[in-house]
T-cell receptor, first 112, second 117 residues
Framework: DSGVTQTPKHLITATGQRVTLRCSPR?????VYWYQQSLDQGLQFLIQYYNGEERAKGNILERFSAQQFPDLHSELNLSSLELGDSALYFC???????????FGPGTRLTVL | AQTVTQSQPEMSVQEAETVTLSCTYD???????LFWYKQPPSRQMILVIR??????QNATENRFSVNFQKAAKSFSLKISDSQLGDTAMYFCAFMNPSYNQGGKLIFGQGTELSVKP
């Protein structure tokens, strides 16, 4: 158990819908990262927050957004979902940028 | 832009034997970190080992060790005394710890390792 929690574990929804994925970092960690793992794209970095502020952005679609709240938990919002958004979404946390990242169990999103 | 390449999509090894997984990367940076992560069938991402680019000594964690060749931009993982529980997908990852990079991980495509009894 890495200490990073993600909810829900599985999510099945339809095209065009909007979903929210939630992540709670390890106690004491200020940085949260979101990654997407799909068969065709592999593991890709989406976005990072540090203590509530956006620090780095990867290949995140405009339909996706994220935020980190004062209690340091983070949410990833995916809207206007397409079939290609089906993937495993990981959250990871670290003490700060440049430190070891510990991954949550992931949320499996299936878009039908 | 940094890239990470794992040229072996699949490998297999007999239990108790030694296996080496390859990884090459491309960067113009001098300060960076390299990692190996393991993803078993449960899909959990587990950190196996970490190497700082400024350290000449190769990192070791129990049965896992790396061969870090900075000039060649090569970072291979050696698993000694392979166990059935080592069966997993292994990902090589690069990190630039500078402020504007945020410490994001750039992953290779993965190597699926099967340990056979």
């Amino acid at each position: 158990d890495s200490g990073v929690t993600q909810t829900p574990k599985h999510l099945i929804t339809a095209t065009g819908q909007r979903v929210t994925l939630r992540c709670s970092p390890r106690s004491g960690d200020l940085s949260v990262y979101w990654y997407q793992q799909s068969l065709d794209q592999g593991l890709q970095f989406l976005i990072q927050y540090y203590n509530g502020e956006e620090r780095a952005k990867g290949n995140i679609l405009e339909r996706f957004s994220a935020q980190q709240f004062p209690d340091l938990h983070s949410e990833l919002n995916l809207s206007s979902l397409e079939l290609g958004d089906s993937a495993l979404y990981f959250c990871a946390s670290s003490v700060g940028g440049g430190w070891e990242q510990f991954f949550g169990p992931g949320t499996r999103l299936t878009v039908l | 832009a940094q890239t990470v390449t794992q040229s072996q999509p699949e490998m297999s090894v007999q239990e108790a034997e030694t296996v080496t997984l390859s990884c090459t990367y491309d960067t113009s940076e001098n300060n960076y970190y390299l990692f190996w992560y393991k993803q078993p069938p449960s899909r959990q991402m587990i950190l196996v080992i970490r190497q700082e680019a400024y350290k000449q000594q190769n990192a070791t964690e129990n049965r896992f060790s790396v061969n870090f060749q900075k000039a060649a931009k090569s970072f291979s993982l050696k698993i000694s005394d392979s166990q059935l529980g080592d069966t997993a997908m292994y990902f090589c990852a690069f990190m630039n710890p500078s402020y504007n990079q945020g410490g994001k991980l750039i992953f290779g495509q993965g190597t699926e390792l099967s340990v056979k009894p």
